[in-house]
């Protein structure tokens, strides 16, 4: 299913609206005035890569300013998705650490996280978090999740 049109005030509809990394870049990585939306989304890209490689990244659902009208986002926001199982407390190699350490991911890919496992209270949390328009708590926009 295509990613959905954006309401009249440019965000998605409310919901999460699953997609690939290709329709994402498609739709929100191209060049629009500037070439800020390509230099973000080649950073996300990157992080896609590295969440992959860990085995316990199930999905990531990417909110903020990147999947709205605005030609030049400030950033890429993204809720990483863990296995219902995974260990919080575990120890991690260096390369999966790197995916799901907050400061971590912000140095090396410049991109906004919250880290949930699949299921838990706190990914209904950070969804509705990330869902709320900022000036209401009535208004909702919709966000897109990349399967891994």
Do not use: W
Not at 40 to 49: D, G, H, P, S, T
Not at 125 to 135: A, N, P
């Amino acid at each position: 299913m295509p990613i959905p049109a954006f309401t009249a005030d440019g965000f998605l509809p409310e919901g999460i609206h699953d997609c690939t990394l290709e329709e994402l870049r498609d739709r929100f990585g191209q060049f629009q005035r500037t070439d800020r939306r390509p230099r973000l989304f080649e950073r996300f890209e990157a992080f896609v890569r590295e969440a992959k490689k860990t085995g316990f990244v199930v999905a990531i659902i990417v909110d903020g300013s990147f999947v709205t009208a605005r030609d030049a986002p400030n950033d890429v926001d993204v809720i990483i998705v863990l296995t219902a199982e995974h260990d919080l407390g575990a120890d991690l190699p260096p390369f999966a650490y790197n995916v799901v350490s907050k400061p971590q991911v912000r140095r090396l890919h410049r991109l906004d996280t919250l880290v949930a496992r699949a299921g838990d209270q706190d990914l209904a949390d950070h969804i509705e978090f990330f869902g709320r328009l900022k000036d209401t708590r009535d208004r909702r926009r919709g966000m897109l999740r990349i399967r891994l």
